[in-house]
Each structure stands twice: as structure tokens, then as C-alpha cells.
């Protein structure tokens, strides 16, 4: 693998480690804490406050993560002549299921 490779995919799996486990931090340590020690209008306008907080770590993270997987991919040597065509014919209207070029001729 190559060294950039390596350092996109490094940067990739942090960027996602980070935010599912403040994701996991979140829900199973600091909610319960507030909900159960703070009282009712407080312990709302606090966790509006802390999920306002990780929104700006969670898209910073799922920045990163699709940044690496770009320069991933960018760094990926095509296999050959029907990678390049698979690419040309991509539809993003149809998603992942890509374009079928039927070459039998049959329906």
C-alpha cells in the first residue's frame, strides 16, 4: 500500500473511531447523566448545547472521513480498459447499482 494510501486510510478510520465513539459517549454517558441530574428545562437547553457542540466534531469527522476515502480512490490504479468504461457510463441517478449495458441484445 502506499504511503499516502496508507495515511488516507489512516485518517479515515480515526475520523469515523472519533465519532461513533462520541456518538456512543454521548448516549450512554453524558444523556443519562444530565437527565437524571439536571432538572427538566435545564437538562434540555444542556443537551441542546452539547449535541450542538458534536455536530461541529461529527461533520468535521465525516469531513475527514470522506476526504480520505476520496484520496483513496484518487490513488487507486484502474484495473483496466472496463474500469475506465464502468466510470464513463455511471449514472448517480441510479446509485451504487450503476449503469447495466446489456450486450446480448436482450430485454
Same mark, same amino acid.
Given at each position: =500500500?502506499?504511503?499516502? +494510501? *496508507? /495515511? /488516507?486510510?489512516?485518517? #479515515?478510520s480515526l475520523a469515523a473511531a472519533i465519532w461513533l465513539g462520541g456518538l456512543l459517549a454521548l448516549g450512554a454517558i453524558v444523556a443519562p447523566t444530565v437527565f437524571h441530574n439536571v432538572s427538566y428545562p435545564?437538562? +434540555?437547553?444542556? =443537551?441542546?448545547?452539547?449535541? @450542538?457542540?458534536? !455536530? *461541529?466534531?461529527? =461533520?468535521?469527522? +465525516?469531513?475527514a472521513a470522506l476526504a480520505g476515502e476520496a484520496l483513496r480512490v +484518487? *490513488? @487507486?490504479?484502474p484495473s483496466g480498459r472496463l474500469d475506465r468504461? @464502468?466510470? #464513463?457510463?455511471? !449514472?448517480?441517478?441510479? $446509485? #451504487?447499482? $450503476?449503469t447495466h449495458i446489456d450486450l446480448a441484445g436482450g430485454a
Open positions: =500500500m502506499r504511503p499516502a +494510501a *496508507l /495515511a /488516507a486510510a489512516v485518517v #479515515s435545564e437538562n +434540555a437547553n444542556a =443537551m441542546t448545547l452539547v449535541f @450542538r457542540r458534536f !455536530d *461541529l466534531v461529527a =461533520m468535521a469527522c +465525516a469531513a +484518487a *490513488l @487507486r490504479v468504461v @464502468r466510470a #464513463s457510463t455511471w !449514472d448517480p441517478a441510479q $446509485g #451504487s447499482r $450503476g
